[in-house]
């Protein structure tokens, strides 16, 4: 069935440097796809998305990567700040209406001083 | 400034009680769903719902069950709380439509606790 997964459950980085989370998901049918960040003790936030017909999208210090030949989708954060520490996890819509997502299981991002 | 709002924060009950978690939305949205969250696990849908009195089950919707009596509120019910019932509970709602940009509007998590 569809599922989408992180590579790494954890990854710390030194304020300042860039950081890049990682994530696989499985349908190769999906064309939507969502980032979010959750920070402690709150619910997840979007960041940015994506759709399949793109490769690439840029926010603000955000962006974020898809490489549909391998299923795979990534998030760059330029110049990482304190308050980028939280679980960031992708979504990857499964009915391609945009109403129903299935979520993978997060990383931790820690900011070092 | 729009809002998923889940009445508590955390919870904590005993084995064997009925648990309401309660979920309200101020945006008008059509859908709204209730995910449980647990570490290395994600986030799991438990009940959804398109509409008023209308429910679909999730993934994991084995003890649970939910009601939608009104479009901005969305109840989740345990009828008999379990130890592996503890775990953070997210209501998200979005917007009907072809294709509903931005994903969910989540609340902030319910944590519950069952002992």
């Known amino acids: 069935g569809e599922s989408v997964g992180l590579h790494l459950p954890t990854l710390s980085v030194q304020e300042g440097d860039n950081s890049i989370i990682n994530c696989a998901y499985s349908?190769?049918?999906?064309?939507?796809f969502i980032w979010y960040k959750q920070e402690s003790g709150k619910g997840p936030q979007f960041i940015i998305d994506i759709r399949s017909n793109m490769d690439k999208r840029q926010g603000q210090r955000v962006t974020v990567l898809l490489n549909k030949t391998v299923k795979h989708l990534s998030l760059q954060i330029a110049a990482t700040q304190p308050g980028d520490s939280a679980v960031y996890f992708c979504a990857e819509n499964i009915d391609n209406y945009g109403q129903n997502f299935v979520f993978g299981p997060g990383t931790r991002l820690s900011v070092l001083p | 400034d729009v809002k998923v709002t889940q009445s508590s924060r955390y919870l904590v009950k005993r084995t064997g009680e009925k648990v309401f978690l309660e979920c309200v939305q101020d945006m008008d949205h059509e859908n709204m769903f209730w995910y449980r969250q647990d570490p290395g696990l994600g986030l799991r849908l438990i009940y959804f719902?398109?509409?008023?009195?209308?429910?679909e089950k999730g993934d994991i919707p084995e003890g649970y069950s939910v009601s939608r009596e009104k479009k901005e509120r969305f109840s989740l019910i345990l009828e008999s709380a379990s130890t592996n019932q503890t775990s953070m509970y997210l209501c998200?709602?979005?917007?009907?439509?072809?294709?509903?940009?931005?994903?969910?509007?989540f609340g902030s998590g319910t944590r519950l606790t069952v002992v």
């Open positions: 719902s398109y509409d008023v009195k209308m429910k």
């Open positions: 349908n190769s049918a999906s064309d939507y």
């Open positions: 998200a709602s979005t917007p009907i439509g072809v294709p509903s940009l931005y994903g969910y509007t």
